[in-house]
C-alpha cells in the first residue's frame, strides 16, 4: 500500500468524498441470490424462484427509477453491472451512459465468486464481462467490483492486464491509493458499506429510514471523529432501494448530503482519475 496524496481538486473546506454508486446485479439462469426478503432460504439444491423474480426488478423498475432520482439531484454515479444484464439490458445500458454516469464491471454474474474460481476460468468471466459491458454500452468500463466484494489473490492483476484503471474490493484504506501488481498498476478504490442497503435493510432488517439515518450520523459527528479526509460510499441496489421505499430514502440522503457542509458528491471513478493525476 502506497501513502495517498490528495489530489489538487478535492475541495480545501470538505472532509468527506461521497461516492454514489448504483449495484445493478444478475444471476445466471440456474442461480438466484442468497439473501433476500423472504428470509428462509429454501433447502440445497432448489432453485429460488421467488428469488430470482425479486432480482429482476432491478433492470426491469428499480434502476430506471433511480436514474430519475439522480437525475432529480443533479448527480452522477457509477453503475456497477453484472455482464449478463448487460448483455440482456441494451436500452438500459445506452440511458446510464446518456445521463452521463459511469458504468464499471461488475463479473458475469453475482453467483460467480472470484474467490471460488481458477486463474483460468477467473480471466475467461473478466473478459466475458468486459466484452458485453463495452458492446452493450459502448463504454468499455475502467473500474471493477467483485460479486460480495470479495476477489481472488488474481483479480488485480488480471485487471492491470485487461487495462482497468481501478479496483474496488478495498477495504484497508480511507483513501484511493496506487496498487501495483505484475502487470502494471492501478488505483485502490476503497469501498465502505456503512450506508449501503444491502446490510442495512436485507441482511440486518433495519427499516429504510435507517440508511438516511446513518448518513446525517456520520456527517453530523464527523468532525469528532476525524481530523484527515475520508471517503465515504452511498450505495443502493436496483433491485433492493429502486423500489419506493428505498427510492425514498436514496433521494432523502442525496439532498441531505448536498446541503451538508463537510461533504462533496463524487464517484468512485471520478476519484480514481483524480488520485491518479496526484501519485
Request: aromatic fraction near 10%; proline fraction near 6%.
Amino acid at each position: 500500500m502506497t501513502a495517498s496524496t490528495l489530489p489538487r481538486n478535492w475541495p480545501a473546506e470538505r472532509k468527506i468524498a461521497l461516492s454514489v454508486s448504483v449495484m445493478l446485479e444478475g444471476w445466471t439462469d440456474d442461480s438466484a441470490p442468497g439473501i433476500g426478503p423472504m428470509g428462509n432460504p429454501l433447502k440445497s439444491g432448489v432453485l429460488d424462484l421467488q428469488g430470482q423474480s425479486w432480482a429482476a426488478y432491478g433492470p426491469e423498475v428499480g434502476a430506471w427509477r433511480l436514474l430519475d432520482i439522480l437525475a432529480a439531484a443533479g448527480v452522477k454515479a457509477v453503475f456497477y453491472v453484472s455482464g449478463i444484464l448487460a448483455e440482456r439490458y441494451q436500452p438500459l445500458m445506452k440511458a446510464i451512459v446518456a445521463a452521463g454516469h459511469d458504468i464499471a464491471a461488475h463479473s458475469w454474474g453475482q453467483n460467480i465468486v472470484p474467490a471460488y474460481q481458477t486463474r483460468e476460468e477467473e480471466k475467461t468471466d473478466l473478459l466475458r464481462c468486459l466484452k458485453a459491458l463495452e458492446l452493450s454500452s459502448g463504454q468499455r468500463p475502467r473500474g471493477w467490483i467483485s460479486p460480495r466484494c470479495t476477489p481472488s489473490q488474481s483479480t488485480s492483476e488480471l485487471l492491470a492486464e485487461a487495462g482497468f484503471a481501478w479496483h474496488g474490493d478495498i477495504f484497508n484504506s480511507d483513501l484511493p491509493y496506487l496498487l501495483k501488481t505484475p502487470a502494471g498498476s492501478l488505483m485502490a478504490v476503497p469501498f465502505t458499506m456503512e450506508v449501503n442497503d444491502m446490510p442495512l435493510y436485507i441482511r440486518y432488517g433495519n427499516e429504510p429510514e435507517a440508511f438516511t439515518r446513518v448518513l446525517q450520523r456520520i456527517l453530523e459527528n464527523v468532525d469528532g471523529i476525524s481530523r484527515k479526509p475520508f471517503c465515504l460510499d452511498l450505495t443502493v441496489h436496483a433491485h433492493v432501494f429502486g423500489r419506493p421505499f428505498g427510492a425514498i430514502e436514496f433521494a432523502k440522503s442525496l439532498e441531505f448530503a448536498k446541503r451538508h457542509a463537510a461533504t462533496w458528491l463524487t464517484d468512485h471513478s471520478a476519484l480514481a482519475s483524480q488520485f491518479a493525476e496526484a501519485v
